[in-house]
């Protein structure tokens, strides 16, 4: 849509690029990557949030740091995800 709307490309021509230019291993990985962050994403914020205690100033605390774990999880998983896949060939 967005491409239809600010570049003037139909989605079928869309598609047909990104088909040319994504394979389908790598768009299979992907969708199978994104309910992995998602779940780690999840246990991370829940077990900051048992965390919590007394104050609001303890949930600031909180949510800060399982944003900041949750991101450094993401990216080191997915670094160790890419180096995989690459030594597999995929």
């Keep these: 849509m967005v491409c239809a709307l600010s570049l003037d490309i139909s989605p079928a021509m869309f598609l047909s690029l990104l088909h040319s ?4 291993k790598h768009f ?3 969708l199978v990557k994104a309910p992995i962050f998602a779940f780690l994403i999840a246990a991370i914020g829940c077990l900051e949030g048992f ?40």
Excluded: N, P, R
């Design 21 to 24: 230019d994504i394979g389908v």
């Design 28 to 30: 299979l990985l992907g």
């Design 51 to 90: 965390k919590v205690s007394g104050s609001a100033e303890s949930v600031g605390a909180h949510t800060t740091s399982s944003v900041v774990q949750s991101i450094f999880v993401v990216i080191v998983i997915d670094a160790v995800a890419a180096l995989f896949f690459m030594e597999m060939g995929w």
